[in-house]
T-cell receptor
């Protein structure tokens, strides 16, 4: 079946540190991959996406590359800010299927 | 463009009571989803509508949950009777594009069952 596994949180970083949140997936076929972000008290917002192998999604300084050979879609940012503190969800959408989420990774950035 | 509207934002009820949530998707979005997000977990799809027809309700606990989307626009999700384990955030999302474009989510309704 289809599933998404994320690294466990919480992740605590100092401002300007480098961020990596690991995400791996299991899917049949060729899914589209997403990162969503949930700020405190708010709904999920689409952060970035990639629809085929080797695509790189990017937004607000965040990047993730669709790696089919390792079935991964790791989220990275070169220099995090306090305002990036949120819960990050990796998700996949399989043709004819539905959006399936990982369990989420909480990020806390300290000044 | 207005986002996905949900109400209420918060609801506290006693177990065995009933509750209803409302969602108004983005205008023109044919597909509407209800997700349940339990604290510390990722959202789980409960039901998917395409216009006013149900596409997928395989994970909806039909003995207590029901949902409808009259006229293919707004939707209501009902729980009757509620259990303690129903405490969660209920998220509504909508989409007008094909696979791969992601959904737009509302802010959710936080339900606490005591």
């Amino acid at each position: 079946g289809n599933s998404v596994t994320q690294m466990e949180g919480p992740v605590t970083l100092s401002e300007e540190a480098f961020l990596t949140i690991n995400c791996t997936y299991t899917a049949t076929g060729y899914p589209s991959l997403f990162w969503y972000v949930q700020y405190p008290g708010e709904g999920l917002q689409l952060l970035l996406k990639a629809t085929k192998a080797d695509d790189k999604g990017s937004n607000k300084g965040f990047e993730a590359t669709y790696r089919k050979e390792t079935t991964s879609f790791h989220l990275e940012k070169g220099s995090v800010q306090v305002s990036d503190s949120a819960v990050y969800f990796c998700a996949l959408y399989n043709q004819g299927g539905k959006l399936i989420f990982g369990q989420g990774t909480e990020l806390s950035v300290k000044p | 463009e207005a986002g996905v509207a949900q109400s209420p934002r918060y609801k506290i009820i006693e177990k065995r009571q009933s509750v209803a949530f409302w969602c108004n998707p983005i205008s023109g979005h044919a597909t509407l989803y209800w997700y349940q997000q339990i604290l510390g977990q990722g959202p789980k799809l409960l039901i998917q509508f395409q216009n006013n027809g149900v596409v997928d309700d395989s994970q909806l606990p039909k003995d207590r949950f029901s949902a409808e989307r009259l006229k293919g626009v707004d939707s209501t999700l009902k729980i009757q009777p509620a259990k303690l384990e129903d405490s969660a955030v209920y998220l509504c999302a909508s989409s007008d594009q094909g696979p791969g474009y992601g959904y737009t989510f509302g802010s959710g309704t936080r339900l606490t069952v005591v």
